[in-house]
T-cell receptor, first 118, second 114 residues
Framework: GAVVSQHPSRVICKSGTSVKIECRSLDFQATTMFWYRQFPKQSLMLMATSNEGSKATYEQGVEKDKFLINHASLTLSTLTVTSAHPEDSSFYICSARGQGPASYNGYTFGSGTRLTVV | AQSVTQLDSQVPVFEEAPVELRCNYS??????LFWYVQYPNQGLQLLLK??????LVKGINGFEAEFNKSQTSFHLRKPSVHISDTAEYFCAVTPQTGANNLFFGTGTRLTVIP
């Protein structure tokens, strides 16, 4: 079945530095990638949607200059948290969807990245 | 716009007992419905989905769900739970046309008690 690889699984960084999270679709072409943020004991909040070769569409309240999303190929999307601060600490999850109707391709999730900013 | 309500934030149940996790949704358009399971510090795994056809959908790990259009519900059930079913469960919907992102409920924490 479809597999999405997300790296790193855990990262600790110093305040003010940038962190890049990668999300790769291993056996299908992901025309659309979704990036979610999940706070402890809460649901997933959609941050942005990216289509290959296009600029990402950010949800209201999400700073696009802080959370840079690149979807340069059909198998790779990256989320860069720039100038990270402790309040950016969270669990970030990517999801990929292939071509065609959602019903046939579904959504495949990465295993998530636990970001801790100290 | 779409919204998903999971009425129970926590559900404790004894091992080998049946369980039902409730999900109701609101949408002005037709939707596809999903149930996902999340284990600690992991991503989401698809349990089952309703696209069309039979309203009773069977998924992995012995779970099933029934779509009830009149009640806009998609409750998840399992006749006999195991310790390994302890996890967070999310109900989600997406419009059948147009916007293609998932809208999630707030999740239900299922705890299976030995």
């Amino acid at each position: 079945g479809a597999v999405v690889s997300q790296h790193p699984s855990r990262v600790i960084c110093k305040s003010g530095t940038s962190v890049k999270i990668e999300c790769r679709s291993l056996d299908f072409q992901a025309t659309t990638m979704f990036w979610y943020r999940q706070f402890p004991k809460q649901s997933l909040m959609l941050m942005a949607t990216s289509n290959e070769g296009s600029k990402a569409t950010y949800e209201q309240g999400v700073e696009k200059d802080k959370f840079l999303i690149n979807h340069a190929s059909l198998t790779l999307s990256t989320l860069t948290v720039t100038s990270a601060h402790p309040e950016d600490s969270s669990f970030y999850i990517c999801s990929a969807r292939g071509q065609g109707p959602a019903s046939y391709n579904g959504y495949t999730f990465g295993s998530g990245t636990r970001l801790t900013v100290v | 716009a779409q919204s998903v309500t999971q009425l129970d934030s926590q559900v404790p149940v004894f091992e080998e007992a049946p369980v039902e996790l409730r999900c109701n949704y609101s949408s002005s358009v037709s939707v596809y419905l999903f149930w996902y399971v999340q284990y600690p510090n992991q991503g989401l795994q698809l349990l089952l989905k309703y696209l069309s056809g039979s309203t009773l959908v069977k998924g992995i790990n012995g779970f099933e769900a029934e779509f009830n259009k009149s009640q806009t519900s998609f409750h998840l059930r399992k006749p006999s739970v195991h310790i390994s079913d302890t996890a967070e469960y999310f109900c989600a919907v997406t419009p059948q046309t147009g916007a293609n992102n998932l809208f999630f409920g707030t999740g239900t924490r299922l705890t299976v008690i030995p």
